[in-house]
């Protein structure tokens, strides 16, 4: 735990600066002032890409790593800005970029990490601190950090919550009693990630799949993708509420996921559809909840196997079709991934067009737009 004056001060500031969540950070902005140089984010950016090529991550991290500790906390917000919207040219994951500079401004700036934009990258940026200050301030601040959030930001805040109290060593039958204990914090619609409760065991429980890892550090004997599945199942049968789905869902996208290679993950898929399936008829109660977390994570997995693998309209629109049927969830899921991680302005038309994702499309075109050009 911290001390209480370190806390209340911390709380003080984060308040001060929920307000300005979406302010901060000028994203029209491509150009800042380094010393006496003018500098353009978009061309650090071009002369990253040329450095690092496409989906290279760990280069692109080591980058940001270096840019934070020589420019501190705020330009380097800037900067992650730029690579959320120059996102498809890098063709690696803004948001895992922004988990990992959010660890790097802890570690060179501490709490100072936590001014700013929370928000970048779907979040990333706020998850990265929380699992870095976890080690140096304890469980009970990064709780306390959440509950002084409003807005959309509380959902972003539990899951990286999740993130942060399974490193913490929080198994999940006590997950859902730590991340439900604020009553005031409610689910914003259908959707249940989009809860505390919800959004935190799915922080847990991506955490728990991340690397295999989570799976290592109970079962050190596990070594094959089925046996790690069935593990990790187990695990998540800890939690003894509706939420398990939400575990054991997450679980099942990763095993997917996990396979890299698309003639691998395509009877996964089929797999996993099966599961939802199965799933479903079981379930006693709250078959809404269900049927929703499980097709939706199963859409968000066929985007995330399809495009990263193929990223062809065609050839995308038939696997989707194909894997979600006529669930709507699926959709949403699908859906839902592709405007937060690989939207792409050129091809937004042929989207909007297809029978399945137009409407929702069609709705949030315009908004996408002005986020690209941002």
Same mark, same amino acid.
């Given at each position: 735990?911290?001390?209480?004056? $370190? ?20 994203? &029209?902005? %491509?150009?800042? $002032? ?21 989906? &290279?991550?760990?280069?692109? +991290?080591?980058? *940001? ?28 994951? #803004? ?11 802890? +570690? ?21 601190? *929380? ?52 009553? %005031? ?5 259908? &959707?249940?990630?989009? $809860? &505390? ?23 050190? %004997? ?17 939690? /003894? ?17 996990? =396979? ?16 939802? !399936? ?5 379930? +006693? ?8 977390? #499980?097709?939706? /994570?199963?859409? =968000? ?18 696997? /989707?079709?194909?894997? #979600? ?11 839902? @991934? ?16 297809? %029978?399945?994702?137009?409407?929702? #499309? @069609?709705?949030? !075109? ?9």
């Amino acid at each position: 735990m911290i001390k209480a004056k $370190s806390l209340a001060f911390i709380s003080l500031i984060i308040i001060l600066l929920t307000s300005f969540f979406f302010v901060v950070v000028d994203k &029209n902005n %491509t150009s800042e $002032s380094v010393g006496k140089i003018d500098f353009s984010v978009d061309g650090f950016i071009e002369s990253s890409i040329e450095k690092c090529g496409k989906g &290279n991550e760990s280069c692109y +991290k080591a980058l *940001l790593d270096t840019y934070v500790k020589e420019n501190g906390v705020a330009k380097s917000q800037i900067l992650l800005a730029g690579f959320e919207r120059n996102n498809n040219k890098t063709n690696s994951p #803004c948001h895992d970029l922004a988990h990992g500079l959010g660890l790097s401004a802890v +570690k060179y700036y501490g709490d100072e990490a936590l001014k700013g934009d929370y928000t970048i990258c779907s979040w990333g940026y706020g998850h990265g601190v *929380l699992l870095a200050l976890l080690k140096s301030n304890g469980l009970d601040s990064m709780v306390n950090i959440c509950s002084t959030q409003s807005g959309d930001s509380i959902i972003g805040c539990y899951h990286g919550l999740g993130h942060a109290l399974f490193q913490g060593g929080v198994r999940g039958g006590d997950i859902v009693k730590i991340c439900g204990q604020y009553d %005031t914090l409610q689910s914003k619609g259908e &959707n249940p990630l989009l $809860s &505390n409760s919800g959004s935190c065991v799915d922080g847990w429980s991506m955490e728990l799949f991340t690397e295999y890892n989570g799976a290592r550090s109970y079962n050190r %004997t596990a070594k094959h993708d089925l046996e790690i599945l069935n593990f990790e199942l187990g695990l998540c049968r800890e939690i /003894l509420s509706k939420e398990q789905a939400i575990c054991e869902s997450e679980i099942y996208r990763n095993y997917v996921a996990k =396979a890299e290679q698309l003639e691998i993950m395509l009877p996964r898929i089929a797999e996993f559809k099966v599961f939802c !399936r199965d799933g479903l008829a079981k379930v +006693k109660e709250d078959k809404v909840f269900f049927d929703y977390i #499980c097709n939706y /994570l199963l859409g =968000a997995q066929v985007q995330m196997s399809y495009y990263s693998n193929m990223a062809d309209f065609d050839v995308v629109n038939k696997a /989707l079709v194909k894997v #979600c049927e006529r669930n709507d969830f699926c959709y949403a899921g699908f859906w839902d @991934r592709y405007k937060n991680y690989s939207y792409n302005q050129a091809e937004i038309e042929a989207f909007c067009s297809s %029978t399945y994702l137009g409407e929702r #499309c @069609r709705s949030e !075109r315009d908004v996408l737009r002005l986020k690209q050009q941002g």
